[in-house]
């Protein structure tokens, strides 16, 4: 058996996190989402540290605190995969949860071989939703073939992409969803063990998910062979990068890992690991129940079933909304949304801060992965930002980079520098060496933040071109 050994936190790693001890109760939030709500209210910008970057309360903002109403939760695809028992009021309690047929699925998945259930999942061709979307039955094959043991399930709940708040309602309103899933991934690799590493700014989830966990130990669902702990984190948003993750869970300071070897191979505690996010989890039972067939009719290309996507306060209905892959972004903003309260749209962010701005010309792309990143956006994780004529392009870049800059890990020199450097040149308006920076970004740094950063910064350049050259004139 291997023996998991967790390291002792030092001073080397308590500085890295922003918020440990930390008291979010009247902390004004500093997200994309709240940024440009602010824009268009004439609000002061907070500047106090540390900085609190999304509170989960993006249909709201700008917002003050974690205390605050339920979003509008709807469903917009034919099939409601995920937000069913939300739309319908939540499922908090096992009994609830049971009663729409909860836990169904994962009968289903133990009475069945392991490799039915990775079958299933690879040819229902679900695809991580937290970021990337890599195949995830790729990835549980992948760990599911080591011959190293024990393995490990790891949910990735650092929801921290300003602008989205999916994960967190799934885990206050559904945590259920996430343990079955989660559950029926260890049967398919072999697991004994997982984690919910579950961002510091959701305290209502901790709650929620604790609850559901004693109440399947309690029902015999888990301790028998698999296990589930919450693990929260203390306000670092690189902390949901999977490697950093599963350094912060060991007690380690969590800098972004180089790979190979990937996370699958040797991953925490240097075992085989599969870190999905709450939503991709939230899936998986919906697939073991209705087969990959029925999973596999839904969405279109290369991006299949549906995807949760949360409207900020800028829309006339702001909320969480069920969709399937392949709506146009045009309907997301324009039926779903409503458009805008007031204001002319002046760009949409999908699956930011790190990802490309969508401009109004290009609203009638399909959203899907490939087809998203054909312009230089992102499905990501799915938060929707809109902003109207009266944030100035400038002020967003000096945003973004002032939010990259301050969450950046530090273990890459083009990140740490970079994001800092660009976030002066936009602050004093000197043109400077802003592009040189961006291709540096995009090139030479370790992981998905720098990138990211470039590719915000390449879709300004590509469609704010002339109103960037106006405030270095």
């Known amino acids: 058996m291997h023996a998991r050994r967790r390291y002792e936190p030092g001073p080397e790693v308590d500085s890295f996190y922003h918020l440990r001890g930390c008291d979010l109760a009247g902390r004004a939030c500093q997200g994309t989402a709240c940024f440009v709500a602010r824009n268009s209210s004439g609000e002061a910008q907070p500047c106090e540290d540390p900085r609190v ?23 917009h695809s034919r099939e409601a995969v ?7 009021g939540g499922a908090r309690s096992l009994e609830t949860y049971w009663r729409g047929g909860g836990y169904h699925a994962l009968e289903i998945a133990r009475a069945a071989p392991p490799e039915a259930v990775l079958d299933a999942v690879e040819k229902s061709g679900l695809r991580g939703r937290g970021g990337a979307g890599f195949p995830t039955g790729q990835k549980w094959l ?11 399930v790891v949910a990735n709940a650092d929801e921290g992409d300003a602008g989205a708040f999916s994960d967190r309602f799934l885990m206050e309103d559904d945590p259920h969803a996430l343990i079955e899933g989660m559950a029926i991934a260890a049967h398919g690799i072999g697991a004994e063990r997982g984690w919910i590493y579950l961002r510091h700014e ?3 989830a901790r709650s929620s998910l604790e609850r559901a966990l004693a109440e399947a130990r309690d029902a015999g669902i888990l301790g028998r062979g698999f296990d589930i702990e919450v693990f929260v984190g203390h306000g670092s948003y690189i902390c949901g990068e999977e490697s950093a993750l599963l350094l912060s869970i060991e007690g380690r300071r969590p800098e972004v890992m180089a ?41 279109f290309s290369k991006s299949r079933g549906t995807k949760l996507v949360s409207l900020n306060s800028l829309f006339a209905r702001p909320g969480l909304y069920e969709v399937e892959f392949g709506i146009s972004v045009r309907r997301i903003v324009e039926e779903i949304g409503g458009g805008l309260r007031k204001g002319a749209l002046k760009g949409v962010i999908i699956g930011g801060p790190l990802a490309g701005i969508i401009p109004p010309g290009l609203l009638d792309t399909m959203f899907g992965f ?10 990501g994780h799915g938060g929707v930002i809109a902003f109207d004529e009266r944030t100035s392009i400038a002020a967003l870049v000096r945003h ?23 976030e002066e040149i936009f602050a004093k308006a000197d043109d400077g060496e802003w592009r040189e920076i961006v291709n540096a970004l995009k090139w030479t740094s370790l992981c998905g933040h720098g990138t990211g950063l470039a590719a915000f910064a390449e879709s300004v350049m590509r469609y704010y071109g002339e109103e960037v050259a106006s405030c270095f004139a």
């Open 53 to 75: 970057y999304c509170l989960g309360r993006c249909f709201e903002s700008p917002v003050t605190g974690l205390s605050g109403r339920r979003p509008r939760i709807e469903v």
């Open 400 to 422: 973004v980079f002032s939010f990259g800059a301050y969450e950046s890990c530090g273990k890459c020199t083009p990140c740490r520098l970079g994001t800092r450097r660009i």
């Open 202 to 204: 959701y305290p209502a």
């Open 142 to 152: 992948t760990a599911a073939a080591q011959k190293s043991s024990p393995k490990y």
């Open 259 to 299: 790979r190979p070897p990937y996370l699958t191979e040797r991953g925490i505690f240097g075992q085989p690991t599969v870190a999905n996010n709450v939503e991709t989890f939230a899936n998986v039972p919906w697939i073991i129940e209705h087969g990959a067939d029925a999973y596999q009719a839904l969405g």
């Open 370 to 379: 490939e087809e998203l990143a054909a312009i230089g956006a992102s499905a």
């Open 82 to 88: 995920v937000l069913k028992r939300l739309a319908e």
